[in-house]
């Protein structure tokens, strides 16, 4: 069965980028620590990053994220979701208006511009689709930015929540919770490693 796991770094106090982030500046001011454990040479940080990306048949996420990873300081053969990894992931973006052009085009992108239930209901079948042909179940991934993933949430469209907690208190961002509808947990699992908490819940009920 096809899961729809939404994954993001937060800082302690609830940020998932520092201040005046944007396309040059994609994390924000002083939000590099976010996703340091994905950098990490502890082992339970790079097995949590390992099991994330290969149970991944497809990731969903904003156009201010996809502005970032695609532009010129954005991913590469080394950087980035699925890098140097045997297959990648299909895309989806949720946007108002496609882009004209793509960089990463060795990427498999789709641009669904009429709502995030949407996108959500694209990157299932393609999911569907990889876990068919790799003979396992794979999830759709909601990887960001956080008012995808705070909108996915308010409606009703994601049954895992994975937190990576990081050891920073940014003090302003791009918050990762705004007020939405109210939704009940269940805390799965939680890896603590040198620069991280990893924290997994089910969700619930509205």
Known sequence: MTRIVADISVSLDGFVTGPDAGLDNGLGTGGEPLHAWAFSDDPDDARVLQEATSRSGAVVLGRNLFDVVDGPGGWDEDVGYGAREATRPAFVVVTSTPPASVRLRDHDWTFVTTGLADAVDA?????EEASAAAGRPLD??????????????ALGLVDSLSLHLSPVVLGGGTPLFVSGARRELTQRRVVATTTAVHVTYDVVAG
């Open 123 to 127: 990157a299932r079948r393609a999911a």
């Open 140 to 153: 759709v991934v909601l990887m960001g930015g956080g008012a995808l993933v705070g909108s996915a949430l």
